[in-house]
């Protein structure tokens, strides 16, 4: 999975939130046009292959005012759309820069 699927997605509406994101969103007080903004900056953390029904990713990511948001999404190749699964902000006492987790 590469993050320009993720975005090209975003960018043609072909996205679908799961009630889980929304409510997280609202939790962490985040719009989804900082959301949806942090994965035009981001990148992919963590690659989760064998999720099913579709492989997801974890993407790091920035909002408009620079503070960390780690998103994970899946992706339907065939279809070309995805799935917002679930969101946060990192704790910092469990990653390294955001985009490495602490053992």
Request: glycine share 2%; hydrophobic share 35%.
């Amino acid at each position: 999975m590469k993050i320009i699927d993720i975005i090209q997605a975003i960018q043609s509406g072909s996205i679908r939130i799961t009630d889980h994101a929304d409510e997280e969103a609202q939790n962490d007080k985040l719009s989804y046009e900082e959301i949806f903004f942090s994965i035009l900056s981001g990148e992919i953390i963590e690659e989760y292959s064998d999720d099913k029904p579709y492989p997801s990713c974890l993407i790091y990511g920035n909002t408009f005012k620079s503070e960390p948001i780690h998103s994970v999404w899946a992706y339907n190749r065939e279809t070309k759309w995805a799935v917002l699964i679930t969101l946060y902000r990192p704790n910092p006492s469990r990653w390294i820069n955001w985009q490495t987790r602490k053992k």
